[in-house]
């Protein structure tokens, strides 16, 4: 789980492509997908010209051009209709980007002094980025990764050169619309009002300045750019015989690519950067070094880029503020119980879960966004699981510690500070998963005391779980597991990276030409904040959980073994309220589906707006998003959601009333410490604090 802004990350992968609208290529007679219909990271690719045998564009607009009298060009006019016509050319259309107000007022010395410490800046961050990691293990993921994506991509390769009239038609595809993104950029320089073959897009943020638009070198750079973008998309999508992993894997790899190498990520090629190096005489770049070398120091020789300023952030002060108290510590795990704000309470706890592949205080992120206090307000004795920050002693804590001295003891405890048998609980994401799994251990068991359960954003199903399935290959996981026996963990900041790639250009292009090409530190986010928060994994406990669940499924297989004891979702028979969101890319929505068909009672299904955060962190008092209901997991997804009625606004309210409808009984309210586990410190716990 990783953070979910409402726009960059609520884009579900998993989401099959919609029909994409054409618009004629001005003058060439061939068509293009409109870049409105794609999204910004994965744009709407070039359409298909299967059965066709489509020339290259004419160029006769370009050929007219030539005749006429281009910037600079001192030769006689071609005709004596053009001497008289001389064309105006826009103030804008400069025919030289480095002869327009981008370098205006450049001081020239002052920019190579700056240099100069740029060099020395840049010799500071090698020395961290060698020093802070064992290049042993940087060679080893780094190669499999290479390796991986090299192979991948030489299964689409293979197609390709196997039918070469498809190639033929590709690469004229490909030359027709840059030739005719060219034209269009001559008739801009010749003073023609030409309409981009490529239109602005208002949510790519990229290409937002102004000189993007208004300069035609800069203009050619977009629009081929993202043309030869959407291009490379569309052979992935053409690309027959690919198995869905392989796809998944060879798109993967295609938009990593293709954002890597965009136009905005460099100071010769972004009149953004290029402006501000100029008006900052080069301290920008001296500044953005200096942070890049923080940041690699901050991610122990793996650059942990900066999404946000944390300093404005304080753990019990204005993040993590619920009242209560850590009532139970052991080697996995710290339980808190949260003070009542009402005279009576309902009767029946809440246990919440949270995953510990991030801290649990997304959960009580601040006073208007925390669902725990949100919980506590409507009159619930609200219990939350804070899961440690292991070192190299935990290595060995595997998914049966994090049942027994995680879920099953937190049961204990909750009975004797409540004097309550039975409880209702709640799992987030892999906190979800460990529900799942403890809950189907206890069914085998015969230990009843889990009344109810809620799932937000939990797979159980891994047979379509989406772009996280592109990491747990065979190479990845040596590559880990040979990192993770050296160390006994997994550094938080390399799971943070993974997360980051899904969406490279939001999570980490921008932060890269902001923070260490403009030089500027990001703003105060909260949800960023706690996304930078990183936590390590056991090695025990990652290990079992991506063979098991992503390379094997063996939960929804019925094949998973805990203590001996074989587990079957089907024997789960209590009442499960299952949310998925519907953009989703950490559990799409579509595998949360498929999962919540294998338990044995009765599930009420609820999909959400937004994404993996957005979706779930979604309080009344907002009034954002909406939701969808329509009973139990019946048919297919799509039929579901199609026969759905829409409610607008936070799902919060429907859970409360499906949760507190199986046990109405309330009670006077309890105090933490009334019962017999008195209290260890204050929330948010000590566990919490510790960094990686």
């Known amino acids: 789980m990783t953070a979910d802004r409402e726009s960059p990350l609520t884009a579900s992968p998993g989401k099959k492509r919609n029909k994409r609208k054409t618009k004629s290529i001005a003058g060439g007679g061939k068509t293009m997908a409109s870049p409105s219909s794609g999204s910004k990271e994965n744009p709407a690719p070039v359409a298909s010209h299967r059965g066709k045998n489509p020339s290259a564009p004419k160029l006769s607009g370009v050929e007219k051009s030539e005749s006429k009298k281009t910037p600079g060009d001192k030769r006689a006019p071609a005709s004596a209709s053009a001497a008289e016509k001389p064309v105006e050319k826009p103030p804008s259309a400069s025919s030289d980007p480095l002869k327009t107000p981008l370098m205006a007022g450049a001081d020239f010395t002052m920019m190579a002094e700056n240099m100069a410490e740029l060099v020395d800046q840049g010799r500071k961050a090698l020395a961290v980025a060698i020093g802070g990691v064992d290049a042993g293990d940087t060679r080893s993921e780094l190669a499999a990764s290479v390796a991986d994506a090299t192979r991948t991509l030489g299964h689409v390769a293979e197609y390709w050169l196997a039918k070469p009239d498809q190639v033929a038609l590709a690469q004229a595809e490909l030359y027709g619309g840059l030739s005719e993104i060219w034209r269009q950029t001559m008739l801009r320089y010749v003073g023609e009002d030409a309409p981009p073959i490529i239109p602005q897009d208002p949510s790519d943020k990229r290409f937002a300045a102004s000189e993007w638009r208004d300069i035609p070198f800069f203009d050619w750079l977009r629009q081929s750019y993202l043309f030869t973008a959407r291009w490379a998309g569309d052979l992935i999508d053409r690309t027959e015989g690919l198995d869905p992993q392989m796809r998944n894997k060879a798109a993967f790899y295609t938009r990593l690519i293709s954002s890597a190498v965009s136009p905005s990520n460099f100071v010769p090629t972004n009149p953004e950067l290029l402006r501000a190096t100029i008006e900052a005489k080069g301290e920008n770049l001296v500044r953005g070094l200096k942070m890049l070398a923080e940041d690699i120091s901050a991610g122990h020789g793996m650059l942990k880029i900066r999404q946000t300023s944390d300093q404005k952030f304080e753990l019990g002060v204005?993040?993590?503020?619920?009242?209560?108290?850590?009532?139970?510590?052991?080697?996995?795990?710290?339980?808190?119980?949260?003070?009542?704000?009402?005279?009576?309470?309902?009767?029946?706890?809440?246990?919440?879960?949270?995953?510990?592949?991030?801290?649990?205080?997304?959960?009580?992120?601040?006073?208007?966004?925390?669902?725990?206090?949100?919980?506590?307000?409507?009159?619930?004795?609200?219990?939350?699981?804070?899961?440690?920050?292991?070192?190299?002693?935990?290595?060995?804590?595997?998914?049966?510690?994090?049942?027994?001295?995680?879920?099953?003891?937190?049961?204990?405890?909750?009975?004797?500070?409540?004097?309550?048998?039975?409880?209702?609980?709640?799992?987030?994401?892999?906190?979800?998963?460990?529900?799942?799994?403890?809950?189907?251990?206890?069914?085998?068991?015969?230990?009843?005391?889990?009344?109810?359960?809620?799932?937000?954003?939990?797979?159980?199903?891994?047979?379509?779980?989406?772009?996280?399935?592109?990491?747990?290959?065979?190479?990845?996981?040596?590559?880990?597991?040979?990192?993770?026996?050296?160390?006994?963990?997994?550094?938080?900041?390399?799971?943070?990276?993974?997360?980051?790639?899904?969406?490279?250009?939001?999570?980490?292009?921008?932060?890269?030409?902001?923070?260490?090409?403009?030089?500027?530190?990001?703003?105060?986010?909260?949800?960023?904040?706690?996304?930078?928060?990183?936590?390590?994994?056991?090695?025990?406990?990652?290990?079992?959980?991506?063979?098991?669940?992503?390379?094997?499924?063996?939960?929804?297989?019925?094949?998973?073994?805990?203590?001996?004891?074989?587990?079957?979702?089907?024997?789960?028979?209590?009442?499960?309220?299952?949310?998925?969101?519907?953009?989703?890319?950490?559990?799409?929505?579509?595998?949360?589906?498929?999962?919540?068909?294998?338990?044995?009672?009765?599930?009420?299904?609820?999909?959400?707006?937004?994404?993996?955060?957005?979706?779930?962190?979604?309080?009344?008092?907002?009034?954002?998003?909406?939701?969808?209901?329509?009973?139990?997991?019946?048919?297919?997804?799509?039929?579901?959601?199609?026969?759905?009625?829409?409610?607008?606004?936070?799902?919060?309210?429907?859970?409360?009333?499906?949760?507190?409808?199986?046990?109405?009984?309330?009670?006077?309210?309890?105090?933490?410490?009334?019962?017999?586990?008195?209290?260890?410190?204050?929330?948010?716990?000590?566990?919490?604090?510790?960094?990686?």
């Open 318 to 692: 204005n993040m993590a503020t619920t009242p209560g108290k850590v009532i139970w510590r052991n080697d996995v795990m710290e339980l808190i119980q949260y003070s009542p704000t009402s005279d009576e309470v309902y009767a029946r706890p809440l246990l919440i879960t949270p995953p510990w592949i991030n801290k649990f205080y997304v959960l009580d992120l601040n006073a208007e966004k925390s669902f725990v206090r949100w919980a506590v307000e409507q009159g619930l004795t609200v219990f939350i699981i804070s899961w440690i920050n292991p070192d190299e002693s935990k290595a060995e804590k595997g998914f049966e510690a994090y049942m027994h001295e995680g879920v099953l003891t937190a049961l204990d405890v909750i009975e004797k500070a409540t004097g309550q048998r039975k409880v209702t609980a709640a799992g987030y994401c892999v906190g979800g998963t460990l529900l799942a799994v403890t809950l189907a251990y206890m069914a085998a068991t015969g230990d009843d005391r889990i009344d109810s359960v809620t799932f937000f954003a939990t797979q159980v199903d891994f047979s379509d779980a989406g772009e996280l399935q592109i990491f747990f290959d065979e190479d990845h996981l040596a590559a880990l597991e040979e990192s993770m026996a050296k160390t006994g963990y997994l550094e938080g900041v390399k799971m943070a990276n993974a997360f980051n790639m899904l969406r490279p250009n939001e999570l980490i292009w921008t932060y890269v030409v902001d923070n260490y090409m403009k030089g500027v530190e990001p703003a105060a986010f909260d949800l960023l904040a706690w996304n930078s928060d990183c936590t390590r994994i056991p090695r025990a406990n990652h290990s079992f959980y991506t063979r098991s669940c992503y390379v094997e499924n063996r939960l929804a297989r019925g094949e998973m073994l805990i203590d001996g004891v074989k587990l079957d979702l089907g024997k789960i028979t209590i009442p499960i309220y299952e949310l998925a969101t519907r953009e989703d890319h950490i559990a799409p929505a579509q595998s949360v589906f498929r999962g919540a068909k294998l338990y044995g009672g009765e599930v009420t299904f609820v999909l959400g707006g937004a994404g993996h955060i957005a979706g779930v962190i979604n309080p009344p008092s907002k009034g954002k998003y909406q939701y969808l209901t329509n009973g139990p997991v019946v048919g297919s997804y799509e039929d579901w959601v199609a026969g759905a009625t829409e409610t607008m606004g936070s799902w919060w309210p429907d859970w409360l009333k499906w949760v507190t409808a199986q046990a109405p009984e309330k009670v006077p309210a309890r105090q933490p410490g009334d019962g017999k586990v008195k209290p260890i410190c204050d929330a948010p716990g000590e566990y919490v604090r510790v960094k990686s």
